[in-house]
């Protein structure tokens, strides 16, 4: 006995129509009587019946069945993607649809190896190395091998694995701590002053050989405190205490999706999107940041041009997605039953991790879990 809204009513063969109002009245005027009478309204059942006068009808209509197809709802698991296979996973990067992992054999610290792996856990390919530290991503998205004296280009031609232009770690740091991203001809580059109290963001154009400042970030509290002098009686550590706890760097990281370039800027509470040559600039005001387990991880899902924030409660992982529009948290994604993950990174809509159980006969691997 509900009124229905927006129902067609038509008659017989005729042009005349009309439309119920919120209340489900209407009125039509037919100059052919008797005659059909027709009502048509989504999720409703067709309606028809003759009628011989003009006085008022009361119209009941009933709602229209449909039948679906089944749905099976899985809840998606962290999953081994090697199980079975005797290898440390030490950390792992991706190279087009494979993976590259710095894993050692058999938990050996003497026999670390590099593995080219399908996303199936298939192994491509071994590669003997000697006192490797970690993998590495650049700017350019090319990755390398970090020892202590030297960084190694990584190349996966035709799945075979090759260590190629070798550069001298020193130099290989200097260039990746300024350098921050690229794109045709810019490059993005950062720099830190007064104690990293401010974060200048540039952009260089290789053709005309310029650079730009396009973003200051300064906290202005942090750097009054800094006149002041030392904090304590300026003995060494106390300038180390001063650096990492009263001196944290201004946290505003920047990444890039697509053509667009983005800061998070958690001092003022802002996401900033620029152009991809940084001259054009928008913002809107974020909170997630302020949420409890909050870690400054940001994983950044460049297949799908999506962005994540980790976050840790109780030593369980947590991805927020972040829509990359007005700054809002879209979707949370739990990681069960595994306490204090390492390495979370997201590539293609996979969540990938390294975790090692509390079995000392176990190994630490690398597990997959679908979003």
Not at 92 to 116: R, T, V
Request: aromatic share 12%.
């Amino acid at each position: 006995n509900a009124p229905v809204l927006n129902a067609e009513i038509s008659f017989g063969e005729t042009s005349v129509k009309s439309f119920t109002n919120a209340q489900g009245y209407f009125s039509v005027y037919c100059n052919i009587l008797p005659n059909e009478i027709r009502v048509h309204c989504m999720s409703y059942n067709d309606y028809k019946s003759f009628i011989g006068d003009s006085q008022p009808i009361r119209i009941f209509l009933s709602h229209k069945a449909y039948d679906l197809c089944s749905v099976d709802i899985v809840v998606e698991k962290p999953r081994d993607l090697m199980p079975g296979i005797r290898y440390q996973i030490m950390d792992f990067e991706f190279s087009g649809n494979n993976l590259i992992l710095l894993a050692l054999k058999k938990q050996s610290l003497f026999s670390p190896e590099l593995l080219l792996v399908d996303t199936s856990g298939k192994i491509l390919y071994t590669y003997e190395i000697n006192r490797p530290i970690k993998l590495y991503r650049d700017f350019d998205e090319k990755v390398f091998l970090i020892t202590p004296s030297t960084a190694y280009e990584i190349n996966t031609d035709s799945n075979h694995l090759r260590l190629v232009n070798p550069v001298d770690i020193k130099s290989f740091e200097q260039i990746n701590n300024v350098i921050v991203g690229h794109m045709g001809n810019n490059y993005l580059l950062k720099q830190y002053m007064y104690n990293n109290q401010v974060l200048n963001y540039f952009n260089y154009d290789e053709i005309n050989d310029s650079l730009r400042c396009f973003r200051t970030i300064a906290d202005n509290g942090a750097i009054q405190r800094n006149r002041w002098g030392s904090y304590f009686n300026g003995r060494e550590e106390d300038m180390r205490f001063q650096q990492i706890i009263m001196n944290r760097p201004v946290e505003a990281p920047l990444v890039r999706i697509n053509d667009t370039i983005m800061v998070f800027n958690f001092l003022n509470s802002e996401l900033e999107k620029y152009s991809s040559e940084a001259d054009t600039f928008s913002e809107k005001p974020i909170i997630f940041h302020r949420d409890k387990g909050f870690s400054k991880v940001i994983l950044n899902d460049k297949g799908q041009a999506r962005i994540y924030f980790l976050f840790v409660k109780n030593g369980i992982s947590q991805l927020k997605e972040i829509d990359t529009n007005d700054g809002r948290v879209i979707q949370t994604i739990d990681i069960p039953d595994f306490v204090y993950v390492e390495k979370i990174k997201v590539h293609n809509g996979i969540i990938y991790f390294l975790y090692k159980s509390r079995e000392l006969s176990e190994y630490k691997k690398l597990y997959v879990m679908k979003i």
